[in-house]
């Protein structure tokens, strides 16, 4: 294949017609009983079938994968998919890959076949789904620590839940790189953002010459920056600064890398669906670990720590965030042995909204 | 090709989890660009930062976005990332594909760029990681003479995503992914050309159990619910008893509303006081099935923290019927967009511009009259407006 040449470009080109319609890539099952399934059953974490009201049955095999693939990894996936599921694929909202069959007897052969090439099976039900992620040092200029190290591992580590070992309810895991939370970790069981702690270093010789002041005032959200008008640059007012690198962005020679203050926080017990107690907030658990690639062995002890204690400790099908609900997070910290620092006391948006107001609390 | 040693990330390709970096150096076999990408990545690690510069604008003819400007800021000693732009293709909607049709991305670009992808964005495109400026003009022509197009970045409306919903899902409300489609092509010039304040986002989910997590990261959630009753099915019931479920822990204690019963036998569901939480419908399935009217929640203004704090969305619209082409839902988005393009300062988000204004002069200017629905609970201070038309006793 040869590039197309300007002139071929501009005459192939079309605009604004949008994705292929959804319609001309479902499996036939699944157009047939489209909004018409009766109940499904989970199997195990990697399989589940889906029964319609026709009688019809599509079985799914759930396999992980690192988000990051190689154009190679795809095509054998696809070649799975048409060796065993008439040449349809399916992607969750977690990155997991979804291979559908109508034919039972595919169902062991797909998960062998994924496995051989690297994915294994799982996710589905009360364990681990796949952790979502950011961009890190693998693409972003913002990233305070890598994302997919950080996650592949901690999946290695935390494995078993994935593939096969229970946890009192469905557990969501999430990992964003800034404070900019491209995944919008929020919301997660427990999710890990990387941080800055340190106000950006100014080297105003180049500030000079290569940003916009404006431009540059007008990038902090708290309104940090003002104008040095002696240095021709600006300065960075330290008790407003909370180190989002917005301005890095913008500017670069306002550098907000410090490979030996920069690091994650660790968050736990949001919750999106409106099951039960409704969606809830992930709130700090831990305000900081250092980075230590590439495997961050500190990071990956402090996730599994809170996993097992919840899974020793929760009720069946509760949340971790239901679960610390009902102990109260003097007994979390108690139990998971965790710090509580000044960090942990809000002074941000909704600061009085959390601080205790009762007299009723344990020890 | 350069060959890097990889110290540092070679502890990455051990492990059962799928590894990131066995990806990156599959596509580094035959592209200089991945091989980079490798080359700086295991630098990064060492040194503990990431070594990428934010672009400026690069991007296609005619759009304004679909296209971010990535550019390493070691070009000399990394020069296949020297560009390394990320071009998102916009996703058919639920994620499925049929494999020739994916085959023909993954074809393209491997000629035109480094052959790495994500699957997917957080935001739903199929993201194709790292390509060179002068690539993206024929890349485009290449993607959209097949069928495919770019999705949205910058201050504009964002690729629309959604749930499986109807295509594979007993407890989708809506067609979430019809939803979806229909909205991504009426609104084509608005996820192509950013013309607002800032980005603005739809999700759509089958149900309250929101797989797609529309409640937290979607301006506008589109979440499906029902008005009738739950039919519940007493034989099935005792299957699950008999399998060994303990209805009353698992079930009855745990909703949320107390409105369940079971004496051994029965399960009895008092619907007028069931909120539709999702919570005994997900866990037995084959028994409890919604019934009567369906329709969606429309909630709005979610966001992560930055910067004055992270919101999930707020129910403006208790129930709306969801029947193609979606015109109520139109009408509202646009009402929703007016008010927020003139109320609004750059970078703020509607959530933002909502709390900043008041809930009531934004649901005056979309027409959306007070429900007890919209609130946990009513304000507790004394201190509020009257208007003109209050006192005539109007509203
Ligand atoms: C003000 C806040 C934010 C800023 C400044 C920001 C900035 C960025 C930047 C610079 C990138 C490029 C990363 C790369 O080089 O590939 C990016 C990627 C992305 N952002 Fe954001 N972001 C923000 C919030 C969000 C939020 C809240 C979401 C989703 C709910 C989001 C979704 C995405 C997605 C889907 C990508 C593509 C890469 C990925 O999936 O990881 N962003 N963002
Ligand atoms: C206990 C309550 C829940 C039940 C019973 C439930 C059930 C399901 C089911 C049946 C699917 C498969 C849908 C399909 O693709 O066919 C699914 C997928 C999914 N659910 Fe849930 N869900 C629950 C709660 C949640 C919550 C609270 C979240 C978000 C934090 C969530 C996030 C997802 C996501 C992202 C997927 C996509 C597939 C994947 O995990 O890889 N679910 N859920
Ligand atoms: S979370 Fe921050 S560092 Fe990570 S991709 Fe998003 S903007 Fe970049
Ligand atoms: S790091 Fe963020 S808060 Fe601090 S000065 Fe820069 S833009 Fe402002
Ligand atoms: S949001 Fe509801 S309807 Fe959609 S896939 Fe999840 S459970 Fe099904
Ligand atoms: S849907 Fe929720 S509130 Fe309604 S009966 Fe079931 S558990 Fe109770």
């Known amino acids: ?363 | 090709m350069k060959k890097y040693e990889t110290p540092l990330l070679n502890e990455l390709e051990k492990g059962p989890w799928p590894s990131f970096v066995k990806e990156l150096k599959k596509a580094a076999k035959t592209s200089e660009m991945a091989n980079d990408e490798v080359g700086q990545l295991e630098k990064s690690f060492r040194d503990k930062r990431g070594y990428w510069k934010h672009g400026g604008i690069v991007g296609v003819l005619g759009y304004g976005g679909g296209v971010i400007g990535r550019y390493s800021s070691l070009p000399n000693e990394f020069p296949g990332v020297a560009h390394f732009h990320t071009v998102r293709i916009n996703q058919p909607s639920g994620m499925f594909y049929k494999t020739d049709s994916l085959r023909t991305i993954l074809d393209l670009w491997d000629e035109y760029g480094s052959g790495l992808t994500n699957m997917h964005g957080s935001t739903g495109d199929m993201v194709l990681l790292g390509c060179r400026t002068e690539a993206l003009e024929p890349l485009f022509a290449e993607v959209t003479s097949r069928g495919w197009d770019l999705g949205g970045s910058g201050s504009a409306l964002r690729t629309p995503a959604c749930c499986v919903g109807k295509a594979r899902c007993e407890w989708a409300n809506i067609d979430a992914m019809d939803i979806c489609n229909d909205l991504t092509q009426t609104y084509q010039d608005y996820v192509h050309r950013p013309a607002w304040p800032y980005k603005f986002k739809f999700k759509i989910a089958g149900c309250a159990v929101d797989c797609v997590a529309s409640i937290a990261r979607a301006d506008c959630s589109i979440i499906g619910t029902w008005k009738g009753n739950i039919a519940v099915d007493q034989d099935v019931v005792k299957d699950y008893a008999k399998a060994g479920m303990n209805i009353n822990a698992e079930i009855v204690g745990m909703c949320p509303t107390g409105c369940m019963s079971y004496d051994g036998k029965t399960l009895t569901i008092d619907d007028e006081n069931c909120s539709r939480c999702m919570h005994c419908i997900s866990k037995m399935t084959k028994a409890l099935r919604p019934t009567g009217e369906r329709g969606a929640s429309i909630l709005i203004g979610s966001k992560a923290p930055i910067v004055v704090g992270s919101l999930l969305s707020w129910v403006i619209v208790p129930f709306m019927k969801m029947e193609p082409p979606y015109t109520e839902l139109k009408e509202l988005a646009e009402k929703i967009w007016e008010w927020w393009d003139d109320n609004a300062k750059p970078r703020e988000r509607i959530g933002e511009v909502i709390e900043l204004k008041g809930m009531r002069s934004f649901l005056e200017a979309i027409g959306v009259p007070p429900q007890p629905q919209q609130v946990l609970a009513p304000r507790k201070d004394p201190f509020f407006f009257w208007k003109d038309e209050d006192l005539n006793g109007k509203k």
């Open chain 1, 1 to 363: 294949m040869a590039w197309l040449t300007e002139q071929e470009a501009k005459a192939k080109r079309k605009t604004d017609i949008g994705p292929p319609h959804y319609s001309k890539m479902l499996p036939p099952v699944i157009s047939k009983n489209y909004g018409k399934w009766k109940y499904h059953e989970v199997f195990t974490p990697g399989t589940m079938v889906h029964v319609a009201e026709s009688g019809d049955k599509v079985y799914t095999v759930r396999v992980a994968s690192p988000r990051i693939l190689a154009t190679e990894s795809i095509r054998a996936m696809l070649d799975i998919a048409d060796k065993y599921c008439d040449g349809y694929i399916r992607w969750t909202t977690r990155n997991n890959v979804e291979f559908m069959t109508t034919r039972e007897e595919n169902v062991p052969l797909i998960k062998k076949a994924a496995e051989d090439a690297g994915y294994p099976a799982g996710g589905i039900g009360s364990g681990l789904s796949n952790m979502v992620h950011t961009q890190g040092w693998v693409h972003c200029h913002s990233a305070a620590a890598d994302a997919s190290g950080l996650v592949k591992a901690i999946m290695d580590e935390v494995y078993p839940y994935f593939t096969e070992k229970k946890l009192p309810a469905k557990t969501r895991l999430a990992l964003a790189c800034c404070v900019n939370m491209c995944g919008a970790v929020h919301c997660s069981d427990l999710a890990v953002v990387a941080i800055h702690r340190k106000v950006p270093e100014i080297n105003h010789d180049l500030v000079k010459n290569m940003c916009e002041i404006p431009t540059t005032i007008g990038a902090c959200p708290t309104r940090a920056i003002s104008p040095d008008p002696a240095k021709k640059s600006v300065k960075i007012n330290p008790d407003k600064c909370m180190y989002c690198g917005n301005c890095f962005t913008v500017c670069p020679p306002i550098d907000i890398h410090r490979p030996e203050e920069d690091g994650v926080a660790i968050v736990v017990g949001g919750k999106v669906g409106s099951l039960r107690k409704g969606p809830m907030f992930s709130k700090l658990a831990i305000p900081y670990i250092k980075n230590n690639p590439p495997r961050w062995p500190e990071v990956v002890s402090a996730v599994k720590n809170i996993l097992e204690t919840y899974a020793n400790d929760a009720r069946k099908h509760e949340r971790i965030g239901e679960w610390i609900d009902r102990i109260g997070w003097e007994s979390f910290f108690k139990k998971t042995g965790i710090e509580f620092t000044y960090q942990h006391i809000d002074d941000f948006t909704f600061a009085r909204d959390t601080f205790r107001t009762s007299a009723a609390f344990k020890w």
